[in-house]
Nanobody, 119 residues
């Protein structure tokens, strides 16, 4: 059974930093993509960042230059270092893994971790 568990969320003042972690368990194959999305109340889920198995990264426009994604392939763990946080970064942050496996695809999600940035 695949399970993604996020941690590291919390309350921080504007300008501060947080580091999110997500551990994917129950996966016995090499994960193609690991990433983060976020959803604020009343908004659609928004892409934040993703990293491939070889370290290629991509970021949403709103977080470029402030957030850094990384991963530990041996531990199936992905991290999101968030610096210079703004109140508009307040959201539930979701970890996701996805890719292709044989003739099919996979996509798993975590339960989310709340990040609140106060002004």
């Amino acid at each position: 059974q695949v399970q993604l568990v996020e941690s590291g969320g919390g309350l921080v003042q504007a300008g501060g930093s947080l580091r999110l972690s997500c551990v994917a368990s129950g996966i016995i194959f090499s994960i193609d993509n690991m990433g983060w999305y976020r959803q604020a109340p009343g908004n659609e889920r928004e892409f934040v960042a993703r990293i491939t198995s070889i370290g290629d990264t991509k970021y949403g426009d709103s977080v470029k230059g402030r957030f850094t994604i990384s991963r530990d392939n041996a531990k199936n763990t992905v991290f999101l270092q968030m610096n210079s946080l703004k109140p508009e970064d307040t959201a539930v942050y979701y970890c996701s893994v996805w890719g292709s496996l044989g003739a099919g695809t996979y996509n798993y999600w975590g339960q989310g971790t709340q990040v609140t940035v106060s002004s």
